[in-house]
């Protein structure tokens, strides 16, 4: 199906990409998917459905903020009374995609489209004409940090060329976040390891929490390819989720697929399809 991708965008937003896409016509040829002339079902249209039409994932986000937005006063409340002199500025440390901007339209745009997986193509064309939005709770959550004197630097990896950076920062200012700009942005083409950025902002400034939906916004060491070590280091962390790492879902994407697959965003075969299943059935290890 042919789509056009600015005029879906721009033209009927995040609700309306979802009702273009459920009401013009998908669930009907996806009911008819079962027929031998069809063309197979996406593997991850329940989960695009999830984050399209959820209030529970729109809950966890905001619920995500509010436990920001907690710590943020908890750790103002602890300077009371301190010379600042003694204090590093505080500041909170956090991820862009599925974190602060949501990539539900490029989702439902990639189903439209007839894609069957992650498709990076699309996806540079998507995030050039600023395709992305806030997620809930996100805007208001940057601004409060900024009126109580707050920073938030946001490290993300992306790679649309020499333009990846002021791609990065124009869809943080277009979606109205607070400290959109370079001093504050920080966007990582050759790497997905975090921790060196992560490390020199911290040299500065105290860090409040993280923000991020995969566990290698976090630390480094859950770039494992097991799905088994990544849940058994999660455990070892499981007094850090929602104190010093706040996390928010994405059930599309990530390393939680790189766990499974050996690859963050894997191409759509018969295998991966297989192994997609075995997943479901607690048959990975």
């Known amino acids: 199906m042919e789509l056009d991708r ?6 009927v ?16 040829s996806t009911a008819r998917a079962f027929g031998a002339d069809e063309p197979v079902q996406n593997i991850l249209s329940a989960s695009v459905a ?12 905001h619920q995500g903020f509010n436990v ?16 600042p002199r003694n204090c590093k500025p505080l500041a909170f440390i956090s991820d862009i ?22 498709d990076d193509a699309l996806w540079d064309d998507w995030v050039t004409i600023n395709g992305p939005v806030a997620t809930p709770g996100a ?9 109580k004197g707050v920073q938030i630097f946001y490290v993300s990896s992306r790679d649309q060329g020499d333009d990846t950076q002021a791609i990065g920062v124009a869809n943080l200012r277009a979606a109205g976040l607070a400290f ?5 942005v920080t966007m990582l083409r050759d790497s997905s390891n975090k921790e060196p950025t992560q490390q020199a902002i911290a040299a500065k400034y105290e860090i409040v929490a993280y923000l991020g939906d995969n566990l290698n916004d976090f630390h480094r ?15 070892q962390d499981a007094d850090e989720f929602g104190r010093q790492s706040i996390v928010f879902p994405n059930n599309t994407d990530g390393h939680w697929m790189r766990a499974i697959f050996g690859e963050s965003e894997p191409a759509d075969t018969a295998a991966y399809r297989a192994l997609m299943l075995d997943a479901a059935k607690g048959l990975v290890p």
Not at 6 to 11: A, C, K, N, T
Not at 68 to 77: E, F, G, K, T
Not at 180 to 184: I, K, N, S, V, Y
Not at 221 to 235: N, P
Request: glycine letters at 12%; charged letters at 30%; hydrophobic letters at 45%.
């Open 221 to 235: 060491r859950y770039y494992v390819t097991g799905v088994a070590e990544r849940r058994r280091l999660a455990a």
């Open 68 to 83: 920001a937005r907690d710590r943020l006063d908890l750790a103002l409340a602890r300077r009371r009374g301190r010379k």
């Open 97 to 118: 995609d599925d974190t602060v901007l949501s990539s539900d339209p490029y989702w439902a745009l990639l189903i439209a489209a007839g894609k069957q997986a992650f």
């Open 50 to 61: 999830w984050r399209i039409t959820a209030a529970e994932r729109d809950a966890l986000y």
């Open 6 to 11: 600015r005029g879906v965008l721009r033209g």
């Open 13 to 28: 937003g995040l609700g309306g990409v979802a009702g273009a896409v459920l009401g013009g016509g998908l669930i009907g």
């Open 139 to 147: 805007i208001a959550f940057s601004k409060y940090a900024k009126s």
């Open 180 to 184: 959109a700009d370079d001093a504050h």
